[in-house]
């Protein structure tokens, strides 16, 4: 069989797509169309996109539980594309699943939950025995063993799911929004518990989120999905330090509410006459070593404002809102214009100009202002300076209101 993969793509969509006929007078639903995707064997592979972009069909797609109108799946070397259903059982023997509801055995105690799937494959009673006791040991659950899934919070039901979702060994786990019932705490816990996963057991897990929070933190590639195409894609940390869609800027709103609104700047106005300018801190082109130099160059003071900085892929990515002065001038001196110039040949530079002389800069993407966490000025703690030349901030939250 002429299998279309890439090497080293362990699940490839060629031009895939699923369209669901209409329904009564409604238009036919074309929830998949036309994606053309390779995830790698090995990578935690995240889809995002809002309700209704196709996320669920397209992973419903790799383990054939619905199969394509048009195109072609190929996972682990097997073309899906018209296979019986005695040749897709091993397929999917190879595929894992996890589901935002857990979907466990209410009748079943936890052993009996993770046992099921090595029932249905034959397993003997002692090879079964020890494998629930393994799989139970390493989702940290071996003091449930005989616990029925009512007694149990989200977070372990969660375990539960994913202990049986690994049973049968398989070398690809698929998480349809497996953290989207769960509270924070839980769903870092239960992400944590996915990067061991991938880490420890060496299986590819596919992510599909609706949270940017869950792509932020665990996938090293991300696509994103609107209206059943694949709109953006690549490493997580350039899709989100640069991202090209209107869909995908909003959903790097959502994790961080780094710029300053209107309403924000008329107010931070107020309180600081100075130049005011939001810079953008990646550890690409703008690291807070870089800035501090530019400023200290140019004899210019910098206070931070506002902003914030989050971690994408376990990389820095935010900005920061600055107020410039040179030594008792104003934000206009022309070393606040040559430090601002200094500025933009290191970073994205947003020039709010002075509360005198305030700039409209160009609005940005509605998206990029909600919900703002002011940092106020006064009563600021004695500056410090950073050792080194490492990014501000911690790795999540706002950073404090220190000078640089
Ligand atoms: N079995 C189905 N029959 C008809 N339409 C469907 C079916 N499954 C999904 N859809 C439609 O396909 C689109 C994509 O759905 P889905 O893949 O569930 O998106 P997501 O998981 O991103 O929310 C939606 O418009 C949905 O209503
Ligand atoms: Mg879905």
């Not at 889809?47 to 190929?74: C, F, H, P, Q």
């Not at 449930?144 to 202990?163: F, M, N, T």
């Not at 049968?168 to 992400?191: F, R």
């Not at 931070?304 to 934000?331: C, K, M, N, Q």
Request: proline share 5%.
């Amino acid at each position: 069989m002429p299998a279309a993969t890439t090497s080293g793509a362990i699940i490839s969509f060629r031009e895939a797509a699923k369209v669901f006929p209409a329904r009564g007078r409604g238009a036919e639903v074309r929830a998949v169309d036309g994606v053309t995707l390779d995830i790698r064997a090995g990578e935690i592979f995240g889809v995002i996109g809002y309700s209704g972009a196709g996320k669920s069909t397209l992973v419903r797609l790799v383990n054939a539980l619905e199969t394509t109108t048009s195109g072609t799946v190929v996972v682990d070397g097997t073309d899906l594309t018209g296979l019986s259903e005695a040749r897709l059982r091993p397929v999917r023997a190879g595929i894992g699943m996890i589901f935002q509801q857990f979907n466990l055995l209410s009748s079943r105690t936890v052993t009996g939950n993770v046992a099921y799937p090595l029932e249905v494959a034959g397993w003997s009673k002692t090879r079964r025995r020890e494998r629930v006791r393994e799989l139970l040991d390493f989702v940290g659950l071996a003091d449930k063993a005989d616990v029925y899934p009512s007694k149990l919070s989200g977070g372990q039901k969660q375990r539960v799911g994913i202990a049986r979702a690994l049973a049968t060994n398989p070398k690809i786990l698929l998480a349809d929004e497996a953290t989207s019932a769960l509270d924070p705490e839980t769903t870092h816990d239960v992400l944590g518990l996915l990067q061991r996963v991938n880490r420890e057991l060496g299986i590819t897990v596919v992510v599909i989120t609706h949270e940017m929070d869950v792509v932020r933190s665990v996938c090293h590639r991300v696509a994103v999905m609107e209206h059943g195409k694949v709109v953006e894609l690549g490493d997580a940390y350039q899709v989100f330090s640069d991202p090209r869609q209107d869909v995908t800027r909003r959903f790097v709103a959502t994790a961080l509410k780094d710029r300053p609104s209107a309403e924000v700047l008329a107010r931070l106005r107020t309180r600081h006459t100075g130049r005011i300018v939001t810079v953008g801190v990646d550890d690409v082109t703008g690291s807070s070593a870089h800035v501090t130099h530019v400023l200290r160059e140019h004899g210019v003071d910098g206070t931070i404002v506002f902003g914030g900085i989050t971690e994408v892929a376990e990389r820095p990515y935010g900005s920061l809102t600055l107020e410039l002065v040179a030594d008792h001038g104003a934000g206009d001196d022309p070393r606040v214009e040559a430090a601002v110039a200094g500025l933009r040949a290191v970073t994205d530079v947003v020039d709010h100009g002075t509360a005198r002389d305030p700039l409209e800069a160009v609005p940005a993407p509605a998206s990029r202002s909600t919900e703002p966490v002011e940092q106020a000025k006064s009563d600021l703690p004695t500056p410090r300076r950073r050792p080194g030349g490492g990014p501000l901030g911690s790795p999540t939250g706002l950073v404090e209101g220190n000078d640089l």
